[in-house]
């Protein structure tokens, strides 16, 4: 369907995701087309954005923009490519991860590159964190931001290490601040109408986060198991898995900062406070 102007949001399943909200694919329209994102790489996935795109008589779709190399963005890139011709996008720092979709990138983008459609034109902002090529893409006369993985709906964006980077990500929301944003269309979930108050509730809440971390590190929780259970009470399975990850990254941030040091590897390493000037012992 068309959700503004020249830019339409293509139908997709969520039976690959484990999520709320299945990945959003955007067809943006001028007198040649883009989609930004290709969705998973399955038959009936694939299918249903070649049909809507040969929808448009005429349309040549020049570019797929991939926002970064996970299988729910850049699964269905190869296909999509090769039955459109369609030149496929990426930002170097995710380049590493292609080989696992039989994806063949044309073109490296980054930061400030401007991706011309002849009457749109989308701005390239590398915005790590998610990942270490994530982009977003900026219609600046617009004011329309698609934001990937860094600003999903009704949700926290889910930070991995050694992928993931924390600080790097909260960098980049802070980063994404500074532009002029009238609507974000997100990777997962519909459109948000206010960026600002959702980026800087992002913000707030991944450095209240980081303060419960440092309290149930004073308190001698001095594991990730341990401070999972206190942080996150009464995950399993998947999600356990992922809140392992979230709180593993807040204390790379915190290591990195100076805040925290380590013992040890993997499942057995313990955490705890480093001394800070002016504390007493």
């Known amino acids: 369907m068309e959700i503004a102007r020249g830019i339409h949001a293509i139908p997709a399943g969520i039976d690959h995701f484990l999520g709320i909200f299945a990945p959003n694919v955007y067809l943006v329209v001028a007198r040649e087309g883009a989609l930004i994102d290709s969705g998973y790489g399955d038959g009936g996935s694939v299918s249903s954005r070649v049909d809507y795109v040969k929808s448009f008589a005429g349309l040549r779709l020049a570019y797929i923009v991939i926002t970064h190399a996970h299988p729910d963005h850049i699964g269905g890139a190869a296909r999509l490519s090769e039955e459109t011709g369609a030149k496929i996008l990426l930002h170097p720092k995710d380049a590493s991860q292609v080989s696992k979709f039989a994806v063949s990138v044309d073109n490296m983008v980054e930061e400030g590159d401007i991706i011309s459609l002849n009457g749109i034109d989308l701005e390239v902002i590398h915005t790590p964190g998610h990942s270490a090529g994530h982009i977003c893409i900026y219609m600046r006369k617009e004011r329309i931001m698609f934001s990937g993985d860094q600003v999903v709906s009704q949700s926290t964006t889910a ?123």
């Open 159 to 281: 930070i991995q290490p050694p992928e993931g980077d924390m600080a790097q990500y909260i960098d980049s929301l802070r980063k994404l601040l500074s532009y002029d944003i009238g609507l974000i269309y997100p990777g997962h979930g519909p459109p948000i109408r206010e960026p600002r108050r959702s980026l800087e509730e992002l913000i707030q809440h991944r450095l209240e986060r980081e303060e419960r971390v440092i309290a149930q590190l004073s308190l001698g929780r001095d594991t990730v198991k341990e401070l999972v259970a206190e942080i996150y009470p009464d995950l399993d399975g998947f999600l356990y898995e992922v809140a392992k990850g979230q709180v593993l990254a807040h204390l790379i941030k915190l290591e990195r900062e100076g805040k925290v040091s380590s013992e040890g590897s993997g499942e057995d390493a313990r955490y705890k406070l480093a001394p800070q000037r002016g504390r007493c012992a």
